[in-house]
């Protein structure tokens, strides 16, 4: 079966750390760009950071940037996000998607809720 799953969310402090995982199955993403977004309650969904799948060139919104990393293993066909120093506001689901020239798909969604 063809599907993104995301995973790894859950409850934390402020200052916490979490790292979520974008796991593909019955497709390779080495030819897709991955990003991760995100929807806290009421509000509209926003990107957070994003990975290409030439040079790994890595894009981060301005409030992440220094705190999220995103990386790729390519042998577990995997894409994380490292978020450290967690705030509350950093509280919401987060969704992967994956880009790739034939193919547009979701995740299901992990969610991050971090407690001041």
């Known amino acids: 079966e063809v599907q993104l799953q995301a995973s790894g969310g859950g409850l934390v402090q402020a200052g916490g750390s979490l790292r979520l995982s974008c796991a593909a199955s019955?497709?390779?993403?080495?030819?897709?760009?991955v990003g991760w977004w995100r929807q806290a309650p009421g509000k509209e969904r926003e990107g957070v950071s994003c990975i290409s799948n030439s040079d790994a060139t890595t894009i981060y919104q301005d409030s992440v940037k220094g705190r999220f990393t995103i990386s790729r293993d390519y042998a577990k066909n995997t894409v994380y996000l490292q978020m450290n120093n967690l705030q509350p506001n950093d509280t919401a689901v987060y969704y992967c998607?994956?880009?790739?020239?034939?193919?547009?798909?979701w995740g299901q969604g992990t969610e991050v809720t971090v407690s001041s």
């Open positions: 998607h994956a880009q790739g020239r034939l193919r547009d798909l």
């Open positions: 019955g497709f390779t993403f080495d030819d897709h760009a």
